[in-house]
Each structure stands twice: as structure tokens, then as C-alpha cells.
């Protein structure tokens, strides 16, 4: 079918065959290797934040220089998820086009939801022990610890509403990415697939839960002063940042993408 579009790459039709196989594959895979995955896509992500803040924390760039280069670099971490293979949880929302299709249960979904989420929390804050022992946000005259403290500071004043769709909005792009990154066959194609929809979610501002865990956690154990004491980024902050994310990041992937598809290209009307 690729043929008929004029492209080396799989149409959307055997995209959305090989998203449901693959979402099989993941949501029974063995605990130990998913949660070992999962643990690398948390700090594949972190890696990609920490990216990020390099960008952020440079003065001299314009609102949308800033926000778009971070962005694009901010891409890392999903190029890493795709291409090296990892388990990331808002890209496994995707999974609902399997359990949709009925090729798999509730519980082998959400056993894969909660078992790559909390491995994903584990990499990431994994990853922001580690940068912060080897001194990485003291770069800059410490504009690197800074920066990451003003953007948690930032994510845990968001009002629940605004986090819910923020995440929402992220999750679409984000899954959108990875269904693009299925049609390719090429580590190139791949690659090329996620970069524009991550820099948009990223400029735009939107949330991944994902990436959240790694900033809060390194924004908390650098904890700089503030004018008034010490800055208040705390796991309280972090768990009313997260739980509205999250949830905006499950109905933008799972609902708006991989239900959405499903009925497009799977829904099997009864005999």
C-alpha cells in the first residue's frame, strides 16, 4: 500500500497493524525487561530535559529562539525511546489501540501503565542524582541549577486545569511522533518523524509527565535561596503537578490518538 502514496514508508493503514501488534508485544512482555526499559526511558527523557535547560538557560536568546531550539534539542530524549528502545509510558498509551481491538485485557494494560510509569520515574530521577553529583548545574555561574529551578517553580504554580490540558495537548503530539516514527524504516526516517512534533509541545509549552519527574527532582536537590528563604519545590508540588498531567497525557494519547485510529483503520463493525 506504501506504494500508493509515493514513499518508502508504511501507510497509515499498516501503521496502525503494526501499532497494535507492537502494543501486544509490550503489554505482555516479562516484568524485569519492562521494567528495565522503562527505567532507560526515564532517564532517555531526562536527557533530552536536561538538553533543554541548556538552552533555557542561556540569556541571550529570544522568547521563541529559546523556545523552539529547546524544543528541537528536547527531541534527544524520544529519538533515544524510539531508536535504542525503551518503554516510555505516554508513548505506551498507544497500547489502547490493542486493548481496543480486544488482542489484549484491561489488566495486561494498565499492568504496562503502572509498571512503565513508576520505571520511568525510577530513570528519571535516577538521572537527576546522578547530574546533580557530577556538578552539571553549577554550569554557567549556576544559570543551569537556576533555570531548573524557575521552570519546576513554574509547572508546580499551574493550576490543575490548565496542567490537565497542557498534557492533553503534549501527549497528542507526542504519540503522533511515535505513530509517525512506526511508518518509518529507517533510523533516519524515525528520527526525522518525532523531531517536529516534540519541538512543537515544547515551544508551546505543553506538559510531559515524564520529563516533569526529572526537572522536579533535580530542581529539589539543588533547592537554591529564594528572597524569601529557600524555594519551595517539593514532591507535594511535584505529586499536584503530575496527577493533573497525567491524566491530561492518558486521554491525549490513548483517547485522541490510538482511539481515534482505531475507529479510523481497526473498528471491526459486527457480523
Known amino acids: ?106 489488566r495486561e494494560l494498565l499492568r504496562n501503565w503502572v509498571l512503565v510509569c513508576l520505571a520511568n520515574f525510577v530513570g528519571a530521577v535516577g538521572l537527576a ?26 509547572k508546580q504554580a499551574l493550576p490543575w486545569h490548565e496542567a490537565f490540558f497542557r498534557g492533553v495537548l503534549c501527549n497528542v503530539l507526542v504519540c503522533l511522533a511515535v505513530w509517525m516514527a512506526m511508518a518509518g524504516r529507517s533510523v533516519v526516517d524515525k528520527a526525522v518523524a518525532v523531531v517536529f512534533p516534540v519541538t512543537t509541545f515544547v515551544a508551546a509549552g505543553f506538559e510531559h509527565s515524564i520529563a516533569n519527574m526529572y526537572l522536579f527532582a533535580l530542581a529539589m536537590l539543588v533547592q537554591l535561596p529564594g528572597p524569601a528563604g529557600p524555594v519551595a519545590v517539593t514532591w507535594a508540588g511535584l505529586a499536584g503537578n503530575l496527577l493533573p498531567v497525567i491524566a491530561g497525557n492518558l486521554l491525549g494519547g490513548s483517547v485522541l490518538v490510538g482511539l481515534t485510529y482505531h475507529l479510523i483503520y481497526r473498528h471491526r463493525p459486527p457480523p
Open 129 to 154: 542524582l546522578l547530574v546533580h553529583a557530577s556538578g552539571h548545574t553549577g554550569l554557567n555561574g549556576g544559570a543551569i541549577g537556576q533555570t531548573v529551578v524557575r521552570i519546576a517553580l513554574a
Open 1 to 106: 500500500m506504501s506504494e500508493l502514496f509515493g514513499l518508502d514508508a508504511y501507510a497509515p493503514r499498516e501503521v496502525a497493524q503494526r501499532v497494535a501488534s507492537v502494543g501486544v508485544a509490550k503489554a505482555r512482555m516479562a516484568t524485569l525487561p519492562l521494567c528495565l526499559l522503562g527505567v532507560l526511558a526515564g532517564a532517555f527523557v531526562g536527557l533530552g530535559s536536561l538538553f533543554f535547560v541548556i538552552v533555557k538557560a542561556d540569556p541571550a536568546l529570544g522568547f521563541a529562539t529559546s523556545q523552539v531550539l529547546g524544543g528541537l534539542v528536547f527531541s534527544l530524549g524520544l529519538i533515544l525511546v524510539v531508536v535504542a528502545g525503551a518503554e516510555l509510558f505516554t508513548g505506551n498509551n498507544l497500547l489502547a489501540m490493542a486493548w481496543a481491538d480486544r488482542q489484549i485485557s484491561t
